[in-house]
């Protein structure tokens, strides 16, 4: 019982060392503390939680007129460098305004942190210096299994950044890519990311099992960038679901994606609805079907 109270309050010592911390932060970011955050504290020390999951979405009905900026982003980075021994595993600042200030903050802790599994910065302000610093942090950090970064402008620049470290991370399981205006170089070396099967000659570290590409910005080059993703399905082992909603893929790369997934054997979701497919596309999708029965395909058509 002893041993149980000290477990207790040394849990309670770590929280209330973080609260205390992130105040001090606050005042000296000079923003307003939020409650939210002071109130999953209070809950973790009541309930004797392991690990904190700091979830402030911006489009909650508690943040929706007031979302955070880069100082509070700042504040809690601060906050975490200042409180060794605090289990935080989940950082939630989606549909927020944090922009590439505080997520390069954010990125050099995450160089060294070993307990957040989870990065959801998805809706933001985040462009090309943010994305280059999250994928220089990642390229060391092997803690983060989940990245979600959809609807952050960071163009191919920054996409090709998060590429090549997905090339030799191990570690990272999902990456949500999608509206965040990747280019033919990003889809180009993704295709190389999920390259990973044994038999490959140049064969990538990434055991990622979850891509969503929705959207990129592709123009004259979709066929070719198509065909690199393609390719490297082929010769993929991890992946188990694809996203490549409003894709614009026409007819041609969805043939190139069947063709190449008939002699895949783990994908288990492949989604292209909102594409610029005709009924032509049906033999190949129909293909796909018959020889590789695990995969459920979502081919809907754009809304006219």
């Not at 007031?66 to 409180?83: F, P, T, Y």
């Not at 959207?215 to 399905?233: D, K, T, W």
């Not at 033999?283 to 796909?288: D, M, R």
Request: glycine fraction near 8%.
């Amino acid at each position: 019982a002893s041993m149980a109270d000290d477990e207790d309050t040394e849990l309670e010592s770590v929280a209330e060392r973080f609260k205390t911390a992130y105040l001090t932060a606050c005042e000296r970011k000079d923003c307003e503390p939020l409650d939210s955050m002071i109130g999953l504290l209070e809950q973790a020390t009541e309930n004797n939680e392991s690990f904190l999951a700091l979830r402030i979405p911006g489009n909650s009905p508690a943040h929706f007129g007031n979302r955070l900026k880069d100082n509070d982003l700042e504040a809690i980075v601060g906050a975490l460098q200042a409180s060794p021994g605090i289990l935080v595993n989940e950082l939630d600042l989606s549909w927020n305004a944090v922009g590439d200030q505080s997520v390069t903050l954010l990125s050099e802790y995450l160089k060294t942190d070993e307990q957040i599994v989870t990065v959801n910065l998805a809706y933001n302000e985040v462009g090309e210096e943010g994305a280059t610093a999250l994928a220089d942090a990642l390229s060391v950090n092997r803690t983060v299994r989940h990245l979600i970064l959809s609807g952050n402008k960071v163009g191919d620049k920054g996409g090709l950044a998060l590429a090549e470290m997905m090339y030799k991370n191990y570690s990272l399981r999902v990456a949500e890519f999608g509206n965040m205006d990747l280019g033919h170089k990003t889809l180009t070396m993704l295709g190389s990311v999920l390259t990973n099967d044994e038999s490959a000659g140049m064969r990538s570290e990434s055991n990622l099992e979850v891509l969503n590409l929705d959207r990129p910005v592709l123009f004259s080059c979709q066929e070719e960038a198509i065909e690199h993703i393609a390719m490297g399905l082929r010769l993929n082992v991890t992946l188990r679901s694809l996203s490549l909603k409003n894709a614009g893929l026409r007819d041609r790369g969805c043939y190139l994606l069947c063709d190449n997934l008939v002699l895949n054997g783990c994908l288990e979701e492949l989604d292209m609805s909102s594409n610029k497919l005709t009924e032509d596309a049906g033999p190949s999708l129909a293909t796909l079907v018959q020889h590789n029965q695990g995969i459920e395909t979502c081919a809907r058509p754009a809304p006219s």
